[in-house]
């Protein structure tokens, strides 16, 4: 209950700084794959050169990103709800979102030849979104989910499976636009 009244007391910077890293980060990703999987035109000698601003821009774009949900994340990282629907679900979903767009371009450009950068591209794409997705599991599942069942007063061993399961699929959101 307590986290869904400080909810209000979460400055609206930090909300606007959330949706702004994601973005960031999201950019970064999608700089990475354009970055990686452009075809080769040219000579193959100036590859590195004309690739070199948009990899620089695709580094500081996600590192941006990263760093600053990271820095969020610890800040408030008491407030599982918030964390839950402005970092890491979001942050699973904009990796998820660079995966898929690595694969569409290395199908349709390199008709599905994969080379060693682009191989790393979708390893920190993967690694991110498997970050972000087993934070948001384990806060959602397991964290709000022991603070939810304390709050009830059903302690941990209430209801069977199948009643959990339904009472959760029942369940109205705690926060307006919330998915927990």
């Known amino acids: 209950m307590e986290m869904l009244l400080s909810l209000h ?3 609206r910077l ?3 700084l ?4 994601n973005w960031t980060l999201l950019v970064g990703l999608v700089l990475f794959t354009a970055s990686f999987t452009s075809p080769d035109t040219g000579d193959p000698r100036d590859a590195p050169l004309r690739l ?6 695709a580094v500081v774009a996600t590192g941006t ?11 408030w990282r008491h407030n599982y ?3 839950i629907n402005r970092v890491y679900l979001p942050g699973a979903l904009n990796g ?3 995966l898929i767009l690595t694969v569409t371009l290395v199908c349709s450009q390199h008709r599905g ?5 682009t191989r790393a591209v979708v390893a920190v794409e993967a690694a991110f979104s498997l970050v972000c997705a087993v934070l948001f599991v384990l806060y959602n599942n397991l964290l709000l989910a022991r603070v939810k069942s304390r709050h009830e007063g059903r302690g941990s061993s209430g209801a069977g499976f199948f009643r959990k399961i339904d009472m959760a699929a029942r369940q109205r959101p705690f926060a307006p636009g919330s998915v927990v």
């Open 18 to 21: 959330a949706t702004l890293f």
């Open 14 to 16: 930090h909300n606007i």
């Open 81 to 83: 709800v918030w964390l």
């Open 113 to 117: 030849r994969w080379n060693t950068p």
């Open 96 to 98: 998820v979102a660079g």
């Open 52 to 57: 070199l601003p948009l990899l620089s821009a």
């Open 9 to 11: 007391r979460i400055p």
């Open 65 to 75: 990103g990263t760093a600053g949900l990271a820095c969020l994340a610890v800040r």
